[in-house]
T-cell receptor, first 114, second 109 residues
Framework: NAGVMQNPRHLVRRRGQEARLRCSPMKGHSHVYWYRQLPEEGLKFMVYLQKENIIDESGMPKERFSAEFPKEGPSILRIQQVVRGDSAAYFC????????????FGEGSWLTVV | QKEVEQNSGPLSVPEGAIASLNCTYSDRGSQSFFWYRQYSGKSPELIMSIYSNGDKEDGRFTAQLNKASQYVSLLIRDSQPSDSATYLCAVQSDYKLSFGAGTTVTVRA
């Protein structure tokens, strides 16, 4: 887990507000992944990004969710108009490249929608 | 069919015993296989990776892979109370890591 930095660690939002989760990958890693873990469930793939590119967003809900990984700065997972069902742990992970490389996870961001 | 399936828990073992965890996967093209440990309220922590058929040992942990049967397992020998956690099997195809739902292990002192 060392090196993948996520913030905030805990976030509380009211229904209808926006949530922004940030992730800085490990040094030297250019590939970022976002996973969501609902209570009592396994991790579900959401999106895979490289710098300035979304490679695979097949796991992202079609509406309200977006992700980016700009040339400078952290990756951002943005959830607009949050609903109670968005309450979950959101984990960011990074790897130096794709395919066969170990993926390391950050500490996670726990979103609670009230 | 789920991409990655794990034996349903919870699994309770006495201290010092062997805990055996099983996992099957559906994608025959999967290349890399991992076991993560996750404590409640924490992030997954990589404990084992295995890439070729056979056994791989690391301390008290042994991972076994059988690609023909699409089967991965994890043995925890001399189980300790600190091993009580949820164990996640993860299978990688290209860049995507797919996880099982996890098996919760409780080691009784």
């Amino acid at each position: 887990n060392a090196g993948v930095m996520q913030n905030p660690r805990h976030l509380v939002r009211r229904r209808g507000q926006e949530a922004r989760l940030r992730c800085s990958p490990m040094k030297g890693h250019s590939h970022v992944y976002w996973y969501r873990q609902l209570p009592e469930e396994g991790l579900k793939f959401m999106v895979y990004l490289q710098k300035e590119n979304i490679i695979d967003e097949s796991g992202m809900p079609k509406e309200r969710f977006s992700a980016e990984f700009p040339k400078e700065g952290p990756s951002i997972l943005r959830i607009q108009q949050v609903v109670r069902g968005d309450s979950a742990a959101y984990f960011c992970a990074s790897s130096p490249s794709s395919g066969g490389n170990t993926i390391y996870f950050g500490e996670g961001s726990w979103l609670t929608v009230v | 069919q789920k991409e990655v399936e794990q034996n349903s828990g919870p699994l309770s073992v006495p201290e010092g015993a062997i805990a055996s965890l099983n996992c099957t996967y559906s994608d025959r093209g999967s290349q890399s296989f991992f076991w993560y440990r996750q404590y409640s309220g924490k992030s997954p922590e990589l404990i084992m990776s295995i890439y070729s058929n056979g056994d791989k040992e690391d301390g008290r942990f042994t991972a076994q892979l059988n690609k023909a049967s699409q089967y991965v397992s994890l043995l925890i020998r001399d189980s300790q109370p600190s091993d009580s956690a949820t164990y996640l099997c993860a299978v990688q195809s290209d860049y995507k890591l797919s996880f099982g739902a996890g098996t919760t292990v409780t080691v009784r002192a």
